[in-house]
């Protein structure tokens, strides 16, 4: 039996996108074979999502130091329906940031302490240009959420 991890982000003018990619062929390396993974925009990520899902990696930018209006429209639409039905669900976080990102970190571990998800990974953020080396560690970041579910670490 497959694991279910799901992919939510939101990016809005490709940095995110960007790194979306990586953790993306991360997570479907071939050598993960236990593992089905579905991405979706935060804005058409809703309950039924969530609830497939057995891990979760969530990507944003930092805007205005918070995470993305489309990611925290994705909480609005699924914290209540999925408060008591998604505790210890292991995730993680990428946040692209001009020079910071913390804010957007701040934001979503607020959320999801309140939805008694797991931190699988501590959050990986690249500020500034995005670079070939953070490509890889994107790329890491999600072939190692993929690879510890599989193998239930997590
Ligand atoms: C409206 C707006 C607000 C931003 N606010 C922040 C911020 O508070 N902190 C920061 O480090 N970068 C900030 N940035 C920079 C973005 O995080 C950065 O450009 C990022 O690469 C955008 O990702 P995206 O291409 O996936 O949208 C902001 C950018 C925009 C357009």
Not at 54 to 80: C, R
Not at 100 to 125: F, K, N, T
């Amino acid at each position: 039996m497959s694991k279910h991890l799901l992919i939510v982000s939101h990016s809005q003018s490709g940095n995110t996108k960007s790194m979306l990619d990586a953790v993306y062929a991360g997570t479907t390396d071939e050598e993960v074979t236990g593992v089905e993974v579905r991405t979706l925009h935060a804005l058409d990520a809703g309950v039924d999502a969530v609830q497939w899902a057995e891990g979760i990696i969530l990507g944003t930018p930092e805007n205005f130091g918070y995470m993305s209006g489309a990611l925290k429209y994705f909480f609005d639409e699924v914290y209540y329906p999925c408060l008591e039905k998604t505790r210890g669900l292991p995730y993680a976080l990428f946040v692209k940031a001009g020079n910071d990102g913390s804010g957007a970190v701040a934001s979503v571990q607020r959320i999801v302490a309140g939805l008694a998800w797991r931190e699988a990974l501590p959050p990986l953020v690249v500020q500034g240009e995005l670079q070939a080396n953070d490509l890889e560690i994107c790329r890491e970041f999600g072939m190692t959420l993929a690879a510890g579910l599989e193998m239930g670490i997590f």
